[in-house]
């Protein structure tokens, strides 16, 4: 008999490790720097004919123990803060690769606007891209008249249109021009995209902003020894920000709908979809907003959104990379310190009312159909979340998934299907399906085959082999969301904001592992009822047929 012995050697950070633990090399490699831990494997013996088992029984060891080390790992290198005025710090220091990622999350998104007002989170993340009184004008003092003339014709033309068939059409197009004029007056003093523009100069790269129904979120990746220049810029346009252009940027988020939504199949049925699944709840409303509320949307409601919601106490800021917490800490304190803390109102105390009956709706749209089907469900951190988790990944975990391994490939009825859970988790959200039938066969058959397979989930009990391959698919998930930056910034950020603690990710894999076969039949019976189902179909409207392809 072969006596087998392994050992890794590899250096990590400032130290050199000898140990028969193979799964600190993955964890290790993400939470440091890459190319600084090497692996050396050593053995007394290894035949050529143990290779593959050695080297399976080495990958199978390194995924069932990384996750507890990954934990450990986070839980003493991320450090935490919090300024006077409310603003959490969040750093994560990985030596390495000179640069970081920053993420900014502010806890508004779409359900906290008032009556009337949607779209006003969208597109106020639109306007603080616009820049500030010392970023993005050539001479404030000079723009600042020109904007509030701009503002007061714009306020006027909006009084005029609500009028709707009273209103003076001649008056309207008369401010127009007006307006036309004076914006391109001010225009004279505008730096356009300026703060892009410092931030490629300075090097850096996925300067963004994304607006959901809970969160507004800012993130940029720059090097390192750019970080006081982040600081300033953010701050600055935290302190100071200038809504310039507001009312052709409307526009712009006019033109953004019609594309994304009035004209997208896909689009338009998801919005149809989610006002009938959710009829007191804000969820109901699209984030980017009714069009009738987008173009009368006020510049002083906006303005006073940014005011209350855009507040220290209601921000979580994330740091990650080659920057040292400290530091990190102290630069932040410097210049967010003084930014004065607001009283955030009461948040949406409306809940989604227990449905009553199936709601299904047909939504005509010249195009392939389409269906979405949705039961309503608790958000995180309900155990039921969790357990919803495991049956997306029994359903649709990629071609191995039942959906896709059924509709797709074995029946043949189904060009795509997936599944995801949303629109939101500050409040009660939804399971969601979305099919596209494959032509000859109909989304009737689509939607009875996935219900056939919910009704397997109720009385099939799960294998054990199953649920050990989910805990396999989460494990590596997990390792996958340490390996950049950006992504350990994004994750840590968002479970911080919405759950207030970052560390929802280090216990989630242990969570699922407790999940039993028992678990899903429950939750399935529970939830996967007609009663409890919302349905959205795409169909074209009577006399349109598929357009033919021309004959090569």
């Known amino acids: 008999m072969v006596q087998t012995a392994l050992y890794i050697q590899f250096l990590a950070g400032d130290k050199y490790y000898l140990t028969s633990n193979i799964s600190k090399i993955m964890i290790l490699k993400s939470v440091y ?34 996750h507890a080390f990954a934990q450990e790992t986070l839980e003493k290198r991320v450090k935490e803060y919090t300024l006077d005025n409310g603003l959490r710090i969040i750093v994560l220091q990985r030596a390495g690769s000179p640069s970081f990622a920053a993420y900014i999350r502010f806890l508004v998104g779409g359900i906290d606007e008032e009556a009337g007002q949607s779209g006003t989170a969208h597109i106020l993340e639109h306007m603080l891209f616009k820049g500030s009184e010392n970023i993005g004008t050539l001479d404030f003092k000079k723009e600042e008249p020109l904007m509030k003339k701009a503002e007061e014709i714009g306020r006027n033309i909006d009084t005029e249109v609500r009028k709707g068939d009273k209103g003076d059409s001649e008056k309207i197009k008369r401010l127009k021009d007006e307006l036309g004029k004076t914006l391109e007056e001010q225009r004279k003093y505008i730096i356009k995209d300026e703060i892009s523009s410092i931030y490629q100069r ?29 600081a300033w810029i953010e701050s600055d346009r935290l302190r100071s920000p200038v809504l310039r252009e507001y009312y052709s940027e409307r526009d712009v988020v006019l033109e953004e709908r019609r594309r994304s939504v009035d004209n997208s199949p896909s689009g338009t049925l998801y919005e149809q979809y989610g006002a009938a699944a959710f009829q007191a709840h804000p969820y109901g409303n699209p984030i980017i907003g009714w069009s009738s509320d987008i173009s009368l949307l006020p510049k002083d409601k906006v303005r006073k959104f940014l005011q209350t919601y855009y507040s220290p106490g209601n921000m979580v800021i994330c740091i990650v990379g080659d920057i040292e917490p400290d530091y990190a800490y102290n630069t932040i ?25 199936e709601r299904r709706i047909m939504v005509e749209f010249d195009a392939n159909p389409e269906a979405m089907i949705g039961f309503h469900k608790p958000p995180v951190p309900h155990k039921d979340d969790y357990v919803f988790d495991v049956i997306n990944y029994i359903l649709t975990s990629g071609r191995t998934g039942r959906l896709y391994r059924s509709l797709v490939l074995e029946k043949g009825i189904a060009v795509s299907v997936d599944a995801w859970t949303g629109p939101g988790d500050r409040g009660g959200n939804l399971f969601n399906f979305h099919a596209v039938p494959r032509s000859p066969h109909t989304v009737a058959e689509v ?69 039993t076969a028992e678990d899903i039949m429950a939750v399935a019976t529970k939830y996967f009822t007609k009663n409890n189902r919302t349905v959205a179909i795409l169909v074209r409207p009577e006399g349109k047929t598929p357009e033919k392809k021309a004959s090569k």
């Open 333 to 357: 304190r410097r210049y967010f310190g003084d930014i004065p803390r607001q009283e955030i109102p009461d948040r949406v105390g409306t809940k989604e009312p227990m449905q009553k009956g």
């Open 202 to 230: 300075g090097g850096g790269s996925g300067f963004n902003a994304f607006t959901s129904q809970d969160t507004t979120t800012y993130l940029v990746k720059l090097p390192s020894n750019k970080f006081e220049l982040w």
């Open 447 to 515: 939607e009875k085959a996935i219900y056939d397979e919910l009704e397997k989930l109720k009385t099939e009990p799960v294998s054990l082999r199953e649920l050990e391959k989910i805990t396999n698919n989460v494990e590596a998930d997990y390792i996958r969301k340490l390996k950049s930056n950006s992504g350990l910034a994004h994750y840590i950020s968002s479970y911080a904001i919405l759950l207030g603690d970052w560390r929802y990710m280090t216990t989630y894999s242990d969570r699922i592992k407790e999940i």
């Open 33 to 66: 720097r890459n190319d600084t831990v090497n692996p050396v494997l050593r053995s007394d013996t290894i035949p050529p004919s143990s290779a593959r088992i050695f080297a399976y029984v080495a990958a199978l060891l390194l995924l069932a123990s990384s």
